[in-house]
Nanobody, 124 residues
Framework: VQLQASGGGLVQAGGSLRLSCTASGRTFSSYAMGWFRQAPGKEREFVAS????????YYTDSVKGRFTISRDNAKNTVYLQMNNLKPEDTAVYYC??????????????????WGQGTLVTVSS
């Protein structure tokens, strides 16, 4: 089972990026998925999550109105569209699968499979 995250990069404040996370080795269309991030010297924190169908989404307050999580189950892929990026959004972004529990779980330990992370750097 592998989760491959991609789409990170360097962007100026106010810019946009779209992260993708594709699962292989197993179908995750029945499970909720989430995005987390970890800035240098800080703990990994929850960013957004989405239920199995894509109808239910949940965001941490700091990204509401700027980030949008979505998924394409036919492609076994979850996305994170990030708009109006700020320097404080700089971090390594990770996708993860939630096998048990509702999609608004925000704790790292609630999630089961993790991708390798993709670096997002926002310059001021």
């Amino acid at each position: 089972v592998q989760l491959q995250a991609s789409g990170g990069g360097l962007v100026q404040a106010g810019g946009s990026l779209r992260l993708s996370c594709t699962a292989s080795g197993r179908t995750f269309s029945s499970y909720a998925m989430g995005w987390f991030r970890q800035a240098p010297g800080k703990e990994r924190e929850f960013v957004a999550s989405i239920n199995w169908s894509g109808i239910g989404t949940y965001y941490t307050d700091s990204v509401k109105g700027r980030f949008t999580i979505s998924r394409d189950n036919a492609k076994n892929t979850v996305y994170l569209q990030m708009n109006n990026l700020k320097p404080e959004d700089t971090a390594v972004y990770y996708c993860a699968v939630l096998q048990v529990g509702t999609y608004y779980r925000t704790r790292v330990q609630d999630y089961d499979y993790w991708g390798q992370g993709t670096l997002v750097t926002v310059s001021s």
